[in-house]
């Protein structure tokens, strides 16, 4: 819980507010845009939550920041409770938000994806018991899928408490010793019917993507929607190889998606058409860039 004695000046209103120990990882702005946002290199409440919605949003952004910089002074047990509960927070059909973002993988976001053959655990949350139990209520974990070495976190507890397989690429696994599948090389892999692993190296040499069905694209740190722009982004800070970064981008032309679900960033859903519209957008744009500097 954070600490009023370190309350960040920037907060507007009296209830909610950020402290000084935030880390600027986004999740916040991500749940409840009406209540925080940017202030410098830290978040802080810029209008208190108004209505349910609003104090719903603002509390699932309380309990989701990886460090516990967010409080509320009027500690409303009702909402927290509810804030609580509603992770993991269904996104679309079988996929779900886990929230209680890891301060280790510097609040990235991790999804739940229930599948008949076995449901799958895209990176990784904070280990705590409510996950665990929500997990095994919803049939338990068969893979772990990392998409790089940066979005670990807790995934070692979460593959020993349900058996899971972590799978992680050969150039990143030194972050993952002991994983139960190593992937190697950059061509795409069938993971039965609907799964398919596509290396997307640039931002680590061993970031990977998952597709899903066709329609979910599940990035880490490869690409993101960015709100400013309306558009797709690609990593832009620590990138290992941004010509081959540039490279992996390309070949995700190859695939067809509705959905991009990143770890750090906005996840967005269009449909496949206009997705690859965007996808050729930010090649371009990337290109024009390389020309004009
Ligand atoms: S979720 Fe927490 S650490 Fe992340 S930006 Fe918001 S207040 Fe800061």
């Not at 974990?141 to 690429?169: C, N, P, S, W």
């Not at 892999?189 to 290396?199: A, L, N, S, Y």
């Not at 740190?221 to 620590?238: E, F, I, K, P």
């Not at 449909?271 to 930010?282: D, F, G, I, T, V």
Request: charged share 20%; net charge negative.
């Amino acid at each position: 819980m954070a600490d009023k004695n370190k309350r960040l000046a920037s907060n507007i209103g009296d209830n909610f507010f950020v402290d000084s120990t935030c880390i600027n990882c986004d999740t916040c702005r991500q749940l409840a845009p009406t209540t925080f946002v940017e202030h410098g290199d830290l978040s802080s409440v810029y209008q208190q939550p108004v209505g349910d919605d609003e104090l719903h949003a603002a509390y699932q952004a309380l309990i989701a920041c990886p460090v516990g910089s967010i409080g509320a002074v009027q500690d409303d047990k009702s909402h927290m409770r509810q804030a609580v509960a509603s992770f993991p927070s269904n996104i679309d059909l079988n996929l779900y938000y886990n929230g209680f973002n890891s301060e280790k993988s510097f609040g990235a976001n991790s999804y739940f994806l229930q599948h008949p053959d076995g449901n799958w655990l895209i990176d990784s949350p904070r280990y705590v018991r409510h996950l665990v139990t929500a997990f095994e209520r919803m049939g338990g974990i068969k893979y772990i899928f990392l998409t790089h070495e940066d979005d670990v976190a807790d995934a070692g507890r979460y593959a020993k408490q349900f058996g899971a397989t972590r799978m992680i690429h050969a150039a990143d696994a030194e972050a993952v010793p002991g994983a139960e599948w190593v992937i190697q090389g950059v061509e795409p892999i069938d993971v039965g019917p609907e799964f398919r692993i596509i290396p997307v190296p640039g931002h680590t040499q061993g970031s990977m993507a998952l597709l899903h069905a066709d329609r979910y694209l599940f990035t880490g740190d490869h690409m993101a929607w960015d709100r400013d722009v309306s558009g797709l982004r690609l990593a832009t800070v620590y990138v290992w190889n941004e010509e081959v970064l540039r490279r992996s981008t390309a070949g995700l032309l190859d695939h067809r998606f509705e959905w991009v679900l990143p770890g750090h960033g906005d996840r967005i859903c269009l449909p496949a058409a206009r997705m690859k519209q965007e996808l050729h957008r930010l090649i371009a744009r990337r290109l024009i860039s390389e020309r004009t500097f």
